[in-house]
């Protein structure tokens, strides 16, 4: 049973940093693609990034050259790091991969 959990949310100033993972356990990492979403107040989940297997990204225009999705695969845990934060990059950002979903963290961008 695939089970994700996130981390690594909190306050931050626009233009600040984060840095989420997502640890992964009962799947290994490396085989599969990993998704990071967003659900922003009162908006639908968004995709935000995709990590494929073969580290190959993609990532919706709104933060392409501010966030970098990349994984470790010995740690088994993906990462998206997060640049130049605005205040509508507010939101619960989940990780997903073979359709299991993590419980969410808390970004916050607010001065």
């Known amino acids: 049973q695939v089970q994700l959990v996130e981390s690594g949310g909190g306050l931050v100033q626009p233009g600040g940093s984060l840095r989420l993972s997502c640890a992964a356990s009962g799947v290994s990492l490396s085989g599969y693609p990993l998704g990071w979403y967003r659900q922003r107040p009162g908006k639908q989940r968004e995709w935000v990034a995709t990590?494929?297997?073969?580290?190959?990204?993609n990532y919706v225009d709104s933060v392409k050259g501010r966030f970098t999705a990349s994984r470790d695969n010995a740690k088994n845990t993906g990462y998206l790091q997060m640049n130049s934060l605005k205040p509508e990059d507010t939101a619960v950002y989940y990780c997903?991969?073979?359709?299991?979903w993590g419980q969410g963290t808390q970004v916050t961008v607010s001065s």
């Open positions: 990590i494929t297997s073969g580290g190959n990204t």
């Open positions: 997903e991969m073979i359709d299991s």
